[in-house]
């Protein structure tokens, strides 16, 4: 069974721009998380998507979003971009509810200049 | 609020020694999954191993063990017969058995191990 992809894998990025990052997860998976790793606040959680509807948010500014497709595939979305969203942001993906264990993509590391 | 410490920055082992890393939680619920991950330089995130809070049997895989105490709020990782390959960032990690709050973990800031030959 293939794993969690995430594309690209690597952005470069100026301030006030704005960026998409995708993630599909493990076949038969429906639920999908986020996170934004950096070396000062460590992992962080974004949010969590499920059958399409958001069931948690971490505590993000509005600027960071995210939307789950009818085939489990997610992207988040992050505008106006700033220094400080430089970082390595990691999907997960969890199996059948019940299954608590997530399951993570190599990271798109994002620089912002 | 729901909080992981992993009081070990860094940690040092010789190749086929033992070491244990240690993780303490907070939370005020009682129903939750104890994780522990690796991310080697490569960045990938690994499960090394899981507890399910309601269960008092340490687990166990392979070289990997825990010594969960629940009322100390306590969950340290011990890696028997240390090898090369387990050199690693390691994180402590809980999720609440809540429907939406499964798709949370909270991770502690992580323990860099370098396993020496």
């Known amino acids: 069974k293939a794993g969690v992809t995430q594309t690209p894998r690597y952005l470069i990025k100026t301030r006030g721009q704005q960026v998409t990052l995708s993630c599909s997860p493990i076949?038969?998976?429906?639920?999908v998380s986020w996170y934004q790793q950096t070396p000062g606040q460590g992992l962080q959680f974004l949010f969590e998507?499920?059958?399409?509807?958001?069931?948690n948010k971490g505590n993000f500014p509005g600027r960071f979003s995210g939307r789950q497709f009818s085939n489990s595939r997610s992207e988040m979305n992050v505008s106006t971009l700033e220094l400080g969203d430089s970082a390595l942001y990691l999907c997960?993906?969890?199996?059948?509810?019940?299954?608590?264990?997530?399951?993570f993509g190599p990271g798109t590391r994002l620089t912002v200049l | 609020a729901q909080t992981v410490t992993q009081s070990q920055p860094e940690m040092s082992v010789q190749e086929a020694e033992t070491v244990t890393l240690s993780c303490t939680y907070d939370?005020?619920?009682?129903?939750?999954?104890l994780f522990w991950y690796k991310q080697p330089p490569s960045r990938q995130m690994i499960l090394v191993i899981r507890?399910?809070?309601?269960?008092?049997q340490n687990a166990t895989e392979n070289r990997f063990s825990v010594n969960f105490q629940k009322a100390a709020k306590s969950f340290s990782l011990k890696i028997s017969d240390s090898q090369l390959g387990d050199t690693a960032m390691y994180f402590c990690?809980?999720?609440?058995?809540?429907?939406?709050?499964?798709?949370?973990?909270?991770f502690g800031q992580g323990t860099e191990l370098s396993v020496k030959p």
């Open positions: 997960a993906s969890s199996g059948p509810s019940g299954s608590y264990e997530q399951f």
């Open positions: 076949s038969g998976h429906r639920s």
């Open positions: 998507y499920f059958s399409e509807t958001q069931r």
């Open positions: 939370t005020s619920e009682s129903n939750y999954y």
């Open positions: 507890q399910e809070a309601y269960k008092q």
């Open positions: 990690a809980f999720t609440l058995l809540i429907y939406n709050q499964g798709g949370k973990l909270i």
